[in-house]
């Protein structure tokens, strides 16, 4: 049996540039790794003949049907395409919230993609697990490098980058509300200005729609963050601090109360 730790990521600016003629938006982000939130995911081989896959799950509850769980769909990528895959037994437990713009649900599939990969000896290349995943989500292929990487196209198009904030430490912090992609890039306005990592251009029409989330990043500037953003298309709001501020020194007080209604998902040393 494998486990593997499927861990989140977290958008530093995200410009919105324009609607392409299939529906889909061209963006360009800076997608960071956070390695000390994650899904755990143990996946093994099942004995049973073709290709089959039992999933359960346990944790946060999963908001979809088993068939419709990006895993599901990433080992029926997998099987469909090459035919070394076997039938295999996988348990999700899951800790990292959906409709929170970490990208869950894409590292889940990403990673059993790269299992399958071991555990079938297929010998794929990058590109060719990219390719697997592709039509699954458009961040996927950022859990391929899982470093810090631009991400154009419509997140797709990946290239890892110099940027770090090892050893800072980054508060995540889940307002009780979740936001849809589809409800997020409703009014979006298009920008042909390069990327300022200061802005997410969902914000905009995020925060007006659920005026908590604007708060709670004023909140964590007031606290000392150097750096404050919701995280994709939300819910989530990052601040990262120095990293003499040790763990449990912040006014946590202030940016979780029940005016707020919010919860620390994260809190630790990058």
Sequence with gaps: MMQIRANCKVNVGLRVRRKRDDGYHEIETLFYPVYGLYDLIDIEKDEREGQHITLTTSGIGVDCAADDNLIVRAYLRMAAMYTGVGSVRVHLEKRVPFGAGLGGGSSDATHVVKAINELFALGL???????????????????????????????????????????KRMVMIKPPVSVSTKEAYAGIRLHDEPLDIQVNDFEETVFARYPILGRVKQALMNAGAEYAAMSGS???VYGVFEKDTERGSLPLNRLIDEDLAAMVIFDDTL
Excluded: H
Excluded at 128 to 135: D, G, I, L, N
Excluded at 142 to 159: D, S, V
């Design 125 to 167: 290349t990058r590109e060719q697990m990219a390719e697997a995943v592709r039509p699954i989500g458009a961040d996927c292929a950022f859990f391929l490098y899982n470093t810090p990487c631009m991400a154009t196209g419509i997140g797709e198009k990946i290239r890892p980058v110099d940027f770090s904030w090892a050893s």
């Design 234 to 236: 939300g819910s989530v």
